[in-house]
């Protein structure tokens, strides 16, 4: 199924709101790293099953945020380059505006997305 080339005001609304996702992802970023600055740990205050816990949440924290700076990076491309975004990488169609609103960084079309995650 082809979808419609997006308008330029459609294209303008994604992308502001990529700009916002962006700043939103900095000061996320930034918040953790406030929190999981060198991990405090008092051996005598803190028992052995908080301080797991405390080890188990800095690494969730520290994945979560190697998401968010794959997300922020590929924002910062987008914005880089807005003549190309709406297109799909693989075929070059029109990614379509349902399927950006929903996921605004995608970057296949919903036809290739499918196809490698049928491989
Ligand atoms: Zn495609």
Redesign the pocket.
């Known amino acids: 199924m082809k979808q419609a080339d997006l308008t330029s005001t459609e294209k303008q609304v994604l992308l502001t709101k990529l700009e916002h996702e962006l700043s939103d992802l900095e000061q996320q970023i930034e918040s953790i790293h406030q929190r999981s600055a060198p991990v405090q740990l008092d051996q005598q205050a803190v028992g052995r099953i908080s301080r797991i816990d405390a080890i188990q949440q800095q690494q969730m924290a520290q994945a979560g945020e190697l998401l968010m700076q794959q997300h922020l990076l590929r924002i910062k491309q987008i914005l880089l380059d807005p003549e190309e975004y709406g ?7 029109s ?1 379509g505006l349902g399927r950006l609103t929903i996921h605004p960084i995608a970057e ?6 499918s ?1 490698l995650e049928n491989l």
């Open positions: 297109f799909c990488l693989e075929c070059g169609e990614i296949l079309c919903i036809q290739c997305q196809e």
